[in-house]
């Protein structure tokens, strides 16, 4: 079992930052891959980007040149760092992990408003 807590989210103008954070617990050594999806309200879930253990990295073509996924193992976290937000990025952003066994665990989301 692997526990998710996202933080981060909240309200930003058009341009603006947000950094958003997902920690894991619970059977963390099991971890192959770490990422985010968010959802739009009235759309399906949508990849944003993903982490695997060995540091690789993917995009969304929506989040490429905006968009950083990083992460700090020491604090089993990572990390979504979102620059020039725009309107059409407002979603609940999902933290999520890949685990050895192929099972995906989910965060509760974290709430992200981007105004014009």
Same mark, same amino acid.
């Given at each position: 079992?692997?526990? %998710?807590?996202? +933080? ?9 930052? %947000?950094? %958003? ?12 891959? $770490? ?7 009235? /759309? ?17 073509? +929506?989040? /490429? ?16 760092? $979102? ?17 050895? +066994?192929? /099972? ?13």
């Amino acid at each position: 079992q692997v526990q %998710l807590v996202e +933080s981060g989210g909240g309200l930003v103008q058009a341009g603006g930052s %947000l950094r %958003l954070s997902c920690v894991a617990s619970g059977s963390i050594f099991s971890i192959n891959a $770490m990422g985010w999806y968010r959802q739009a309200p009235g /759309k399906q879930r949508e990849y944003v980007a993903q982490i695997t253990r060995g540091g690789t990295t993917n995009y969304a073509d +929506s989040a /490429k040149d905006r968009f950083t996924i990083s992460r700090d193992t020491a604090k089993n976290t990572v990390y979504l760092q $979102m620059n020039s937000l725009k309107p059409e990025d407002t979603a609940v952003y999902y933290c999520y992990v890949i685990v050895t +066994s192929g /099972k995906t665990y989910w965060g509760q989301g974290t709430q992200v408003t981007v105004s014009s």
